[in-house]
Antibody
């Protein structure tokens, strides 16, 4: 059974960098598929942030691309998110998820972490 | 960017009744690249439907998806108490991946 677990600080100061890690259990990241981050501000809907493949290929939401970096460490079977210059608008539950990939195309998110709330406040 | 619009925002339904949720895309899809998710309070979204009409593993057959082009529908044939939740559609026809704003299915 594939499981994902987010970890990282729950509180980040404005203008600083939000850093989260997602550890994958039950599946080896380098075996395939893309891996991604989605966020959900309190009481609001879902927003895709960015995704990556173990090969290094990445895709980002254009609304966040100037501030976001996603990376992978296959030796630790985890991938990471960095979002810099954060403001209160970045306060959200951040989810990591597996993005199903086949035949050269990305599809849907089939496995999700439980999510972690990150609050941006001084 | 493909904008996904879900309606209604809230749907009040009695247990045992049928619920029909709509998701409309701002551009025509080249194929049925649409997924539906269910989210309960305090939980992560759960994949229900992919490719517009295929049920994910372990999803009961009372959940059905249909549609093509720009208009898609999620139908819950007989609402069970555990089905009251928020439902999101998501397109993977093109980057960036986008979600609809959600439909909350509440007890009438």
């Amino acid at each position: 059974q594939v499981q994902l677990q987010e970890s990282g600080p729950g509180l980040v100061k404005p203008s600083e960098t939000l850093s989260l890690t997602c550890t994958v259990f039950g599946y080896t990241i380098s075996s395939g598929h893309y891996w991604g981050w989605i966020r959900q501000p309190p009481g609001q809907g879902l927003e895709w942030i960015g995704s990556l493949h173990h090969s290094g290929a990445t895709a980002y939401n254009p609304s966040l691309t100037s501030r976001v970096t996603v990376s992978v460490d296959t030796s630790k079977n985890h991938f990471s998110l960095k979002l810099n210059s954060v403001t209160a608008a970045d306060t959200a539950v951040y989810y990591c998820a597996r993005l199903y990939y086949s035949a050269g195309r990305c599809y849907y998110f089939d496995y999700w972490g439980q999510g972690t709330l990150v609050t941006v406040s001084s | 960017e493909i904008v996904m619009t879900q309606s209604p925002a809230t749907l009040s339904v009695s247990p045992g009744e049928r619920a029909t949720l709509s998701c409309r895309a701002s551009q025509i899809f080249s194929s049925s690249y649409l997924a539906w998710y269910q989210q309960k309070p305090g939980q992560a979204p759960r994949l229900l439907i992919y490719d517009a009409s295929s049920r994910a593993t372990g999803i009961p057959d009372r959940f059905g998806g249909s549609g093509s082009g720009t208009d898609f529908t999620l139908t819950i044939s007989r609402l069970e108490p555990e089905d009251f939740a928020v439902y999101y559609c998501q397109q993977y026809n093109d980057w960036p991946l986008t979600f609809g704003g959600g439909t909350k299915v509440e007890i009438k």
